[in-house]
């Protein structure tokens, strides 16, 4: 049995009927898909493993899941550290990145000094709106994360790669291939080109919108926000 | 060691400055609040135990935690039914009934009918800021989870009870003893007269505020969003 997946255009319009018709608030949706972006690193990464995680943060909706991972991470008892170059203006980020703040997370600036001090990396930099070139500062970053021996896990897609065909042919991100993937909602079709531990998270949604957008709602277990599937889509 | 709680007026406090200086939304914390609620009752009520839990909402943010529990323990595979007698015109609890209506969720109009098909009863009527009287419809429905042998989890407090003095001393509420309570953010002065079985959730609070607010923050185990605590508020 093929996985189903989520078109770019398809998340998109899922996310905004979630916003829309749904009735969910970005900081509800954007609660619950951080939370389960940190369960998935809690699993395949416990506090025993090092406690140090770096989350790599873009500009948009992605980078704000990083944010809320960040937090949760915090509490579960790890030593976050943020790397956030590109700080929209937008509350909802910026009253996360205060949350975080409170929490004495430390922000740093500089992104390759600041993965020499790390057990993992959290990539939560572009998401499935992502399309096109990679802007500064970011493409140093992502070659940073596929050169690193570090365990990397992003966050919906691999920072770079096409939602719909994967990494880039040639450049920054054709090497990239990160260890974890978190799925939000429905994996995108460019899981067929990763070779990694994969998950799916967002315990939001409903029968009615799965079956409307062709997907199946993922098996979670008990209480978990996450569900580690394999190629076909199961539960592992 | 004594159980350090929070008064009502404190409780008031800390949740105006989470908002404010914390910089989090209400969405936000009622959101994790009521995922607190519902790994509380995972863990007291397994599915394995019957599915049916019926919850009773109150007109207030106790109400709010309690509609977020329910979508939660629809997504677990519980089969939640919804009493919501008294359903403000606010925004966010009109939204967050819509997610549940979505869910196919029912809300019920009979509390007393409902409860004669129900595995267990979330009492989300009154939180940390009842005081007075019990208002209409709400004696019955309490008089009803005093009588019941179904088991009843209390969020932050049982319905009808002081915060500072416990249970009333005559009239409804005066035998009212629920099974399970689960203290938000931390227990309040009530738990000194609570004899079930006691849980505080809302892992959101940062050490700098339990210190201001002279509490201590609970020893969550992994990724747990509850813990459950003896009458010192060791854990368990």
New interface residues.
């Given amino acids: 049995m093929a996985l189903k997946t989520l078109s770019a255009k398809a998340a998109a319009a899922l996310d905004k009927e979630l916003m829309s018709t749904?009735?969910?608030?970005i900081?509800?949706l954007m609660?619950?898909a951080g939370?389960s972006v940190?369960?998935a690193v809690?699993r395949v990464h416990p506090t025993t493993k090092g406690r140090r995680i770096l989350v790599a943060v873009g500009p948009g909706n992605n980078g704000g899941d990083g944010l809320v991972a960040a937090?949760?991470l915090r509490?579960?008892g790890y030593l976050p550290a943020v790397y956030y170059p590109k700080r929209p203006k937008n509350d909802?980020y910026?009253?996360?990145a205060?949350?975080l703040e409170?929490?004495d997370v430390p922000f740093v600036d500089d992104f390759a000094s600041a993965l020499k001090l790390t057990d993992h990396v959290v990539d939560a930099i572009f998401g499935f709106s992502f399309s096109g070139e990679v802007r500064e500062p970011f493409p140093a970053v992502i070659q940073a994360m596929t050169d690193t021996q570090v365990p990397v896990t992003s966050v919906d897609a691999p920072s770079s790669w096409s939602i719909e065909d994967g990494p880039p042919k040639s450049g920054v991100g054709s090497s990239f291939n990160p260890d974890v993937l978190v799925s939000l909602t429905a994996p995108k079709p460019l899981v067929k080109h990763f070779k990694g531990r994969h998950f799916i998270g967002g315990?939001?949604v409903?029968?009615?919108?799965a079956k409307k957008y062709d997907f199946d709602l993922p098996e979670?277990e008990?209480?978990d926000q996450v569900v580690e599937v394999g190629p076909d889509g199961q539960k592992l």
């Fill in positions: 749904g009735a969910f608030s900081d509800q609660e619950l939370l940190s369960q809690y937090r949760h509490h579960y909802l910026q009253r996360l205060k949350q409170d929490l315990r939001f409903t029968p009615t919108i979670y008990g209480i």
